[in-house]
């Protein structure tokens, strides 16, 4: 088998696992909430062109991702999986100089509806479930850990069948520069969910300039790692050719 087959199977078997997780969870799904659900989505869509570059790795990380979690936590999963495939479409549509990638698109729609899907299910199952575990940060975290680990393992697969990488040394590079960003995420949401009550859904709007800062200071901080490892990289060429 080789690489375009085993990544065509791998991108196969993903958008499976994204429509049956993402059937599952709207299928018992809750309440919607229209105007919120309006306001993230807004809001997500807005901030899926605000990507940077991860350094050492063919994949871009997009400001819109605490506005998922924001969706998976807050809204019904049909409402999550909405902005999820909206947003998503935003962020990997092609810019007018480059040629639209079929395969790309369906990778990133399987993939993010999965990664949320997942999300969704394990917060609202902890919202449910006994006295002992209805515990919102909790609850948070673990949505967080779901939509981290759905998110960053299938694109460690993708890219150790498509470029013949080892999958866990793609994965712990991977985790290694976007882990911060979903703690970042979780404490946005966090404060969202304890606003939103006393403020409204409105709030979700005041959360857009402190994703254009984050988004800033990620851009500086991976230029300036790039910068940092361009002498290491020439002077090892230098002394491959000595």
């Known amino acids: 088998m080789n690489t375009t087959r085993q990544t065509k199977t791998f991108i196969g078997a993903m958008m499976l696992a994204g429509l049956s997780v993402a059937g599952y969870a709207s299928f018992a799904s809750h309440t919607p909430h229209a105007y919120f659900a309006l306001a993230v989505l807004a809001l997500a869509a807005a901030t899926s062109r605000m990507k940077v570059k991860l350094p050492g790795i063919n994949g871009n990380m997009s400001v819109n991702l605490p506005f998922l979690l924001t969706a998976a936590v807050n809204l019904s999963a049909v409402e999550a999986v909405v902005i999820t495939c909206i947003s998503t479409m935003v962020q990997c549509w092609p810019r007018k100089d480059a040629k639209f990638n079929p395969q790309h698109m369906a990778f990133n729609l399987s993939m ?65 520069l976007s882990f911060p960003y979903y703690v970042v995420s979780a404490g946005v949401t966090s404060m969202v969910q304890a606003m939103t009550p006393h403020l409204g ?9 402190v994703m254009y800062f984050i988004h800033r200071s990620y851009r500086l901080y991976f230029n300036a790692m790039v910068e940092a490892l361009r002498p290491e990289v020439l002077v090892r060429a230098a002394g491959a050719g000595a």
Not at 141 to 151: E, I, R
Not at 202 to 207: C, D, E, F, S
């Open 112 to 176: 993010m509806v999965f990664a949320t899907s997942a999300a969704s299910l394990v917060f609202h199952a902890l919202a449910q479930s006994p006295i002992l575990w209805k515990s919102s940060t909790l609850g948070l975290a673990l949505a967080t850990v779901s939509l981290f680990l759905g998110q960053t393992a299938p694109v460690a697969g993708i890219v150790a069948v498509s470029e013949a990488k080892s999958a866990g040394h793609v994965w712990l590079s991977l985790a290694q």
């Open 201 to 209: 859904w409105g709030l979700a709007l005041a959360v857009f300039p």
